[in-house]
């Protein structure tokens, strides 16, 4: 079974500059997250996506980050414009269904530099 | 929301040692699980455990519910089980800043 996978692995951007992070899950996992991982902290959810629905975006920054997850399949999140602090690794995860039991599967993430 | 809390922050570890890490959450949970990140980022989800007690090879968990805690137990430790640690409470995964473990041969 292929893995969550996510592109590009690093990314360093100016600030002020837009980037892009794209996701691609497990097949048949209807639940996708983006998460944010900073130096040194766990993971923070962004966004959860059900199919190809919100579910929760409650603690993304939406006035400069955006998602989407068109068809139910792959997913991509875009920040513009990037500042500093949005320094980070950015992680996809997807289940089959969002129950723990199902388990979790994350991809390798992409570590973004902003400069 | 739910706040997570690890300890302790780091350990480290003579090969062959034996550990025990903590976590403990502010509020009733429906899902606790444990994540292993190793040293290239890579996160890989240990165990689902809500509550009881579970072992796979030379890791277990138990979480107690009731007292809003759950441990993992690293015996016999190899340097392979480098990484950080982190425990994740409720369905949309709210993680704890995690515990760093090194092991040294």
């Known amino acids: 079974e292929a893995g969550v996978a996510q592109s590009p692995r690093y990314k360093i951007i100016e600030k002020r500059q837009s980037v892009a992070f794209w996701c691609n899950p497990i097949?048949?996992?209807?639940?996708l997250y983006w998460y944010q991982q900073i130096l040194g902290q766990g993971p923070k959810l962004l966004i959860q996506f059900q199919n190809n629905g919100v579910v929760d975006d409650s603690q993304l920054p939406k006035d400069r980050f955006s998602a989407e997850r068109l068809k139910g399949v792959d997913s991509t999140l875009k920040i513009q414009p990037a500042k500093l602090e949005d320094s980070a690794v950015y992680l996809c995860?997807?289940?089959?269904?969002?129950?723990?039991?199902?388990?979790?599967?994350f991809g390798s993430g992409t570590r973004l530099t902003v400069v | 929301g739910i706040q997570v809390e690890q300890s302790p922050p780091d350990l480290i570890l003579q090969e062959g040692a034996n550990s025990t890490l903590r976590c403990n959450f502010s509020d009733s949970v429906n899902n606790l699980q444990w994540f292993h990140q190793n040293p290239w980022g890579q996160l890989i989800n240990l165990f689902y455990?809500?509550?009881g007690t579970k072992q796979n090879g030379r890791l277990s968990a138990t979480t107690v519910a009731t007292e809003r805690y759950s441990l993992l137990y690293i015996s016999s430790s190899q340097t392979t089980d480098s990484g950080v640690y982190f425990c994740a409470a409720n369905y949309k995964l709210s993680f704890g800043a995690g515990t760093t473990v090194t092991v040294r041969a």
């Open positions: 455990i809500p509550s």
């Open positions: 097949s048949g996992h209807a639940t």
């Open positions: 995860a997807s289940s089959l269904i969002p129950r723990g039991d199902y388990g979790y599967t």
